[in-house]
């Protein structure tokens, strides 16, 4: 005797995949990049937030430090948004949405998803060390600057990958 469990997954349809694994998709690149770029900018706002208490006049270039790893949180929302609008979900149609195509839809979620992650992460991290080169000289931001965007290329690079994989899905 089948279980209940066994009998809502055995009714489920190709096109009913094709929609779950769709939004699994689109929940991936949102959620993964998104607690990547909230954990980075927490991390780098606290440093700022420090060098700010003693020198009030860097926080411009505080700011703009802590504010770098929050793009990968943007890229995981616009790739979300490409595979609702290319995938029919948005629309309201979702007939040509099929098992392998919400595959392909979720696979294409996961370089923005795991690369906005830890870009995000490690982005923080060089971020926090320029934010504390600035509380030893004002004139580090280009250099903090550059440390901080090395990182971002693999962000974009990331990014990329997941619309040219939306669009061709």
């Known amino acids: 005797m ?28 949102a959620v993964l990049a998104g607690i990547g770029s909230a954990i980075g900018v927490g991390k780098a706002g606290q ?18 430090l802590q504010l770098l790893p929050g793009s990968q949180g943007i890229y995981g929302f616009a790739v ?7 995938s029919g979900v948005l629309g309201g149609d979702t007939s040509a949405l099929t098992l392998e195509k919400g595959l392909s839809y ?8 795991f690369g906005g992650l830890l870009s995000a992460l490690h982005q923080a991290k060089v971020a926090v060390s320029g934010i504390h080169m600035l509380a030893k000289r004002p004139d580090g931001f280009g250099n ?18 997941s619309v040219f994989l939306v669009l061709f899905a």
């Open 2 to 29: 089948p279980t209940e469990s066994q009998s809502i997954f055995a009714s489920l349809t190709p096109n009913d995949w094709g929609i779950i694994f769709t939004m699994l998709g689109v929940a991936f690149a």
């Open 47 to 64: 440093a700022a937030a420090g060098v700010v208490a003693e020198q009030p006049d860097r926080f411009g270039n505080c700011m703009v």
């Open 80 to 86: 979300a948004i490409l595979i609702l609008i290319f």
């Open 106 to 113: 979720f696979a294409a979620s996961l370089p923005i998803a």
């Open 144 to 161: 903090a600057m550059m440390f901080t965007l090395m990182v971002e290329t693999y962000a974009l690079l990331s990014l990329i990958i």
